[in-house]
Each structure stands twice: as C-alpha cells, then as structure tokens.
C-alpha cells in the first residue's frame, strides 16, 4: 500500500518521543552525533522545535551560544529575557533568542524604524555573509535604535555583536521548516514502520560499507535482526521478510 506522505501528521507523540531520545540514525538532517546530543537535551514536543533546531544547529548560533540558550530556555534552566522591550514580539515564539533571519528584519523595523528595503537589505547582509556591508548597517541600525526606541548605545552595541556571530551561518525560517518537515516525516516513518525504514535506509546506502555497517548496529540497538544473504530468500536491495 502506498503511502501519502503529504498525510503524514506533524503532531505525533510517538515521533517526538523518538526525537527526544536521540534515535535519530536515518532522520533527515538529525543524524550526527552532535545534533544527536542537541536533540535530547531539546526534549522537542512540536514542530516549531524541529524547525529551530534546523536553523540553530549551524556554526554561526553554535559559536554564539544562541543553541545552548534556546535549550535552556525551552526547559525552563533560564530564564527567558528580551534586550529591549520592542524585541518580544519578534523573538516571543522563540524564548527571546534569535533564530531566523526574518526574526532580524522584525527587529530592524520594530526597534530601528527601518524601512522594509533598509530591513531586507540588513537580511541580504546577513544571509550572504557580507562584512562590508554588515559594518556599513551597524551605524545606522545602532543610530536607529537610539532615535526610534530611545534604547541605551551600549546595549545595542552588545546586541550587534551577538547579530555578528549569528550572521556567521544563519537560516530564513521557510528553509528551516522545509527542512524540519522531512526531519519529522522520516522520524515519523521510523517510530512507527522501523522495520520497513531500516530496510529502506539501508537500500539507498547500498554502496556505501560505511553506512551500512552504522546502519546494521542500528538495527541491533532496535532489536531487528538483519540476516545475511540467502540464495533463496534474498532480494537485490535490503527487504522486509
């Protein structure tokens, strides 16, 4: 029976359990071990989660300790604060840490009183890695925040010095969640089919040793038994028997 994939919900209790325990081997874009450890300290129980932990496990947020911060505060071990009071409605969903590049924009116009051309400009500085014009936007995003929100120099100073380090690799949400969407449709079709997506995984492994041998103590861990090949039950790619 073919299944719909579109159809698969994003909301199953069964599939966070399996990404809260870090059995991700296989879960697209889950499956370091770095993230493997990122994932259980997350303990994710909805898609907005999945979604984050896309955009934050990247070496820009990592360096930054926007990622260790996200997780503390998603379980409550700190508190959740916002640098100035203009910045909650942008980074509210997300405990007061910034995750997105639109998160950015928001705070641009919000707080600076950029326009949406100076805030997408600011986002393309960003998203490509631009120091030059990263440095040119620091004065005027400082100077904003000043005239427009009468926030303390200082303060924004530090916050522009935390935007630097996010800006070394950071996400738009819609390449987030588009990620995250196949990281929860895979997880999904392991916590509830392991079998079959063990057999699948390690068909379209087939010519890597490498993966398959990962992917065979995987199965141990899983209690599935993977049988060595049999003239007479054996098919050309791993298979269900």
Same mark, same amino acid.
């Given at each position: 029976v073919a299944m719909d994939v579109a159809a698969i919900p994003i909301d199953d209790q069964k599939t966070y359990e399996l990404l809260s325990r870090g059995d991700t081997t296989g879960v697209f874009q889950l499956e370091s071990s770095g993230m493997k450890r990122y994932i259980k300290d997350l303990k994710p129980d909805r898609f907005e989660d999945i979604v984050a932990m896309v955009a934050l496990y990247r070496p820009g947020p990592? #360096?930054?300790?926007? #990622?260790?911060?996200?997780?503390?505060r998603k379980n409550g071990l700190e508190k959740v604060v916002y640098d100035h009071? #203009?910045?909650?409605?942008?980074?509210?969903?997300?405990?007061?840490?910034?995750?997105?590049?639109?998160q950015v924009m928001?705070?641009?116009?919000?707080?600076c009183g950029f326009t949406?051309?100076?805030?997408?400009t600011l986002r393309k500085a960003i998203g490509k890695k631009?120091?030059?014009?990263?440095?040119?936007m620091k004065a005027e995003f400082i100077e904003g925040a000043v005239k427009h929100s009468g926030a303390d120099k200082k303060l924004i100073d530090d916050f522009w010095y935390k935007l630097e380090g996010?800006?070394?690799y950071c996400f738009n949400k819609s390449h987030a969640a588009c990620y995250a969407l196949i990281a929860v449709q895979t997880a999904?079709?392991?916590a509830h089919y392991p079998d079959a997506f063990m057999a699948a995984l390690m068909t379209s492994n087939k010519g890597n040793l490498e993966d398959i041998a990962k992917e065979i103590d995987e199965c141990r861990v899983m209690g599935i038994t993977v049988a060595p090949p049999d003239i007479n039950e054996s098919f050309m790619g791993f298979a269900v028997v």
């Amino acid at each position: 029976v073919a299944m719909d994939v579109a159809a698969i919900p994003i909301d199953d209790q069964k599939t966070y359990e399996l990404l809260s325990r870090g059995d991700t081997t296989g879960v697209f874009q889950l499956e370091s071990s770095g993230m493997k450890r990122y994932i259980k300290d997350l303990k994710p129980d909805r898609f907005e989660d999945i979604v984050a932990m896309v955009a934050l496990y990247r070496p820009g947020p990592l #360096t930054a300790g926007l #990622t260790d911060s996200f997780i503390r505060r998603k379980n409550g071990l700190e508190k959740v604060v916002y640098d100035h009071p #203009t910045m909650e409605s942008a980074l509210k969903n997300t405990y007061g840490v910034v995750v997105y590049q639109e998160q950015v924009m928001k705070i641009a116009k919000d707080m600076c009183g950029f326009t949406g051309g100076q805030a997408d400009t600011l986002r393309k500085a960003i998203g490509k890695k631009n120091a030059d014009m990263m440095a040119k936007m620091k004065a005027e995003f400082i100077e904003g925040a000043v005239k427009h929100s009468g926030a303390d120099k200082k303060l924004i100073d530090d916050f522009w010095y935390k935007l630097e380090g996010f800006a070394d690799y950071c996400f738009n949400k819609s390449h987030a969640a588009c990620y995250a969407l196949i990281a929860v449709q895979t997880a999904y079709l392991k916590a509830h089919y392991p079998d079959a997506f063990m057999a699948a995984l390690m068909t379209s492994n087939k010519g890597n040793l490498e993966d398959i041998a990962k992917e065979i103590d995987e199965c141990r861990v899983m209690g599935i038994t993977v049988a060595p090949p049999d003239i007479n039950e054996s098919f050309m790619g791993f298979a269900v028997v």
